[in-house]
C-alpha cells in the first residue's frame, strides 16, 4: 500500500524559510508526478507546485509561490521536497502531498490519486 507522509511543517515569522519533505514508502518509480497543494481555512484546496520524471526533469508553480518556492525530488530516497523561501502570511495552510501517475504536471487536485494527511505550515505577520 503506497503512503505520502509529509514532515517539516511549523510555525515561522514572515521572511523566514521551511522545507518540507514528503516520503512515499510504496515500490520506488511509482509515481510519474508529485505535488504539493495547500489548504486554508476556509478554503479551498489549491495547487502550490509539481514534478514530473523521475529525476525531476519538469516542475510546475502556481503564480503566487514562483520564485519562492522551490520543488525537488530525490528518487533514490523516494521524497519529494518543497523549499519555501520569503514565506507570507497569506502562505499559512495545511500543506498535502500528492501523487499521479502520468507525466503531465497538474493543478486539479482531482487529477491526483494518492495524497498524504498533511502537515500544518503557520506564518506569523
Known amino acids: 500500500q503506497v503512503q505520502l507522509v509529509e514532515s517539516g511543517g511549523g510555525l515561522v515569522q514572515t521572511g523566514d524559510s521551511l522545507r518540507l519533505s514528503c516520503e512515499d514508502s510504496g515500490p520506488p518509480f511509482s509515481w510519474l508526478t508529485m505535488g504539493w497543494f495547500r489548504q486554508a481555512p476556509g478554503k479551498e484546496r489549491e495547487f502550490v507546485a509539481a514534478i514530473s520524471g523521475w529525476a525531476g526533469e519538469s516542475t510546475y508553480y502556481a503564480d503566487s509561490v514562483k520564485g519562492r518556492f522551490t520543488i525537488s525530488r530525490d528518487s533514490a530516497k523516494n521524497t519529494v521536497n518543497l523549499q519555501m523561501n520569503g514565506l507570507k502570511p497569506e502562505d499559512t495552510a495545511v500543506y498535502y502531498c500528492?501523487?499521479?501517475?502520468?507525466?503531465?504536471?497538474?493543478?486539479?487536485?482531482?487529477?491526483?490519486?494518492?495524497w498524504g494527511q498533511g502537515t500544518q505550515v503557520t506564518v506569523s505577520s
Open positions: 500528492a501523487a499521479k501517475k502520468s507525466w503531465t504536471g497538474s493543478p486539479t487536485p482531482e487529477d491526483y490519486s494518492s
